[in-house]
């Protein structure tokens, strides 16, 4: 059976969370949110942020999040600004634009949006014959594993607010950035500096869950409207409370971002001491080595993987997923099919 180092959202969810759902499964509890657990959540990740004021929500995935809080936000004539490599831009069926608004694209190398990349989209003309700018759409990690330092996000929301625009931050894999070995950033930062952002339970130890979290108060009124409109009020609302409050419990949710950070940084340090170079160098749990055609081949027999990006010569980059739950016995299996498949190739060139 292959072991899928395909995605972070693989395995299911930490057991402390399918113990909780037990154990409270016959207790009865108010619907759409209103309920102990999800209050719990809530309480939680306003402690967090050190804002006891956040309007805080509980959705079953990314892309809805995005969807909601894009359509809420964006009026009928105005565009959001994302990276190339966006997740809006590349992996939700048109979400967007389905809703009638634009996705303007930056291209960038890591992944990251700045005031320097976004300042050309903002110079219209002629006025009202365009579309306006209004939210900048950024990932922290970002779809190739880079992370917004500190002073970067400080830097984007005073351009943003210096400009009229609203800072919406996905955080699907939050967890992670916040969790890699370089970062500077808490989530109370992340909190103080964007306008709108979310936390992703699902791809940190989660069955399913994104935390939207408004931090502009003037953005809040009447927000559940869109969110029942769109289909995303659950009436077992529990479900999301249950896991987000066992997720914040004890940092739970960061020890195991960090673990998944940790596996894939584990199998990056030894592929560059074997020589391999890197598309990202990326401080999270995803990495993409730059591998030759034949061992991409062969290491696919064994394990799932995407394959990110064909380069010159016959070599691609891949991309390769840990997870929370991913077992480090897995990790040196695949390290080790690598370096032997570097060794018969060293023998075969001498």
Same mark, same amino acid.
């Given at each position: ?156 929301? +005073?351009?943003?607010? !210096?400009? @009229?625009? $609203?800072?919406?931050? &996905?955080? /699907?894999? =939050?967890?992670? +950035?916040?969790?890699? !070995?370089? @970062?500077? $950033?808490?989530?109370? &930062?992340? /909190?103080? =500096? ?157």
């Amino acid at each position: 059976m292959l072991y899928s180092f395909t995605n972070d959202y693989s395995e299911g969810c930490h057991p402390n969370i399918l113990q909780r759902l037990t154990e409270t499964n016959t207790q009865q509890q108010a619907g759409y949110g209103n309920d102990a657990f999800s209050l719990e959540s809530v309480a939680a990740i306003k402690a967090i942020c050190a804002q006891p004021d956040l309007d805080v929500h509980l959705v079953a995935g990314g892309t809805l999040a995005n969807l909601i809080v894009l359509s809420a936000f964006l009026k009928t004539y105005e565009s959001v600004i994302a990276a190339e490599t966006g997740h809006i831009n590349n992996h939700e069926a048109g979400a967007i634009e389905a809703t009638g608004h634009k996705i303007e694209t930056v291209a960038t190398p890591d992944g990251k949006l700045s005031p320097e990349l976004i300042r050309p989209l903002l110079n219209k003309f002629p006025e009202y014959h365009t579309v306006k700018p209004r939210i900048v759409y950024i990932s922290n990690s970002t779809e190739i594993g880079t992370i917004y330092k500190k002073q970067e996000l400080t830097d984007l929301y +005073a351009f943003c607010q !210096e400009n @009229n625009l $609203l800072l919406f931050m &996905d955080g /699907a894999r =939050l967890a992670m +950035a916040l969790s890699a !070995e370089r @970062n500077d $950033l808490t989530l109370a &930062d992340v /909190a103080a =500096l964007t306008d709108i952002f979310y936390l992703g339970a699902t791809k940190s130890g989660g069955l399913i869950g994104e935390a939207i979290v408004i931090c502009n108060a003037s953005l809040r009124k009447d927000f559940k409207y869109y969110i029942k409109q769109r289909g995303a009020l659950l009436a077992k609302g529990r479900l999301f409370g249950i896991q987000f409050a066992e997720l914040l419990r004890d940092n739970l949710m960061f020890h195991l971002a960090g673990h998944a950070n940790a596996m894939a940084q584990k199998i990056a340090r030894q592929l560059q001491e074997l020589g391999y170079s890197f598309l990202t160098q990326s401080e999270t749990n995803q990495i993409f080595p730059i591998l030759p055609d034949a061992f991409i081949a062969q290491l696919s027999k064994n394990y799932g993987f995407f394959v990110w990006r064909k380069m010159p010569g016959e070599v691609s980059a891949i991309r390769l997923i840990t997870s929370w739950a991913t077992p480090e016995k897995q990790v040196d299996q695949f390290l080790q099919e690598v370096k032997n498949l570097s060794a018969v190739a060293k023998q075969e060139l001498s």
